[in-house]
């Protein structure tokens, strides 16, 4: 008799266990079907924990001026003077890959607007320059960008520089969700990566006028909290942000896009598909009986 009600509870209840797992993997992939196109990919609800879109989230790859956040991590770290004024020399240039820079051999600016030109307008001479005015020179810099590194436990990221300029700088999309979630604590590193543009005075009678490397950051429709981007033949493009869609608190990360388009193209439909999802929400919500509603 006992075995008989055991094997009717399973019949009955084994079913509805076998399916468990198929119904919520069924409801988690909600933007896993989306055709997202770049290389690696993490959506990560931010007060949830939920992850909502995920792929290839723990391939290695290169990840271009993404770097220039933990740059940036080391700066306010190590408590230096943002005002003191720091000259661009021959050996902030790029020898490596060339990039063309706006900061003449020469210039001068602040430790502060070096800062905000890598973090807004992913300036590769300021990224460099930083890193060599650090105490014990570039060297001790990136062993510290690869000790805060692993005290943020990205266990799979390794820094070459602090422009991002080596494909020798690489991380994954998982490890880019803990360093976007430690910068969101950074009021200057959120601050400074969603300024839409800044001017600087490069000489007595010349201003130059840098605007953001994200074209998102300047469109009214997107409420950006924080942001970088990135790219290199070797890294494709890449985008880190956080943004509030759909009521939602959203870290996105897109690594290995190919073409200029494609990494805001992930964002948008990754947008699209949760603006939706939540009008169907409100819609239903609003269409419940009387007293059935909260």
């Known amino acids: 008799m006992t075995r008989f009600v055991f094997a009717l509870l399973l019949a009955v209840y084994g079913v509805a266990w076998a399916a468990e797992p198929s119904a919520v993997s ?42 220039k956040v933990m740059t ?62 650090y105490p014990g020179g570039r060297e001790a810099f990136v062993a510290r960008m690869n000790a805060k590194a692993q005290a943020l436990g990205m266990a799979s990221t390794h820094f070459a520089d ?4 080596s494909s020798r700088s690489v991380s994954t999309a998982r490890d880019l969700h803990r360093l976007l979630t430690a910068a969101d604590a950074q009021p200057l590193i959120r601050d400074y990566t969603t300024r839409s543009d800044h001017t600087v005075r490069v000489a007595r009678n010349r201003k130059l006028t840098f605007i953001n490397s994200n074209r998102l950051v300047r469109r009214a429709n997107w409420d950006i909290e924080l942001q970088k981007t990135g790219y290199t033949n070797e ?33 948008s439909r990754v947008r699209t598909r949760l603006e939706l999802e939540d009008r169907r929400r409100q819609s239903a919500h609003s269409n419940l009986p009387r007293g059935l509603s909260e």
């Open 26 to 67: 069924a409801a988690q992939p909600m933007l896993d079907r989306l055709a997202l196109k770049s290389g690696a990919v993490l959506v990560v609800d931010q007060d949830s924990g939920e992850t909502l879109a995920m792929k290839n989230a723990d391939a290695v790859l290169p990840i271009a001026s993404l770097t």
């Open 72 to 133: 940036a991590f080391v700066i306010l770290d190590s408590a230096q003077p943002l005002d003191e004024m720091l000259e661009i020399t021959s050996e902030d240039t790029d020898r490596e890959k060339r990039t063309p820079s706006r900061l003449k051999v020469g210039t001068r600016l602040s430790r502060d607007d070096l800062l905000l030109l890598s973090l807004m307008a992913s300036e590769n001479r300021a990224a460099m320059a930083l890193s060599r005015n």
């Open 162 to 165: 602090a422009a991002g300029l």
């Open 235 to 267: 890294a494709g493009r890449c985008l880190v942000m956080q943004a509030r869609v759909a009521n939602r608190r959203l870290a996105m990360i897109f690594l290995n896009s190919v073409g200029k388009l494609t990494r805001y193209g992930d964002a």
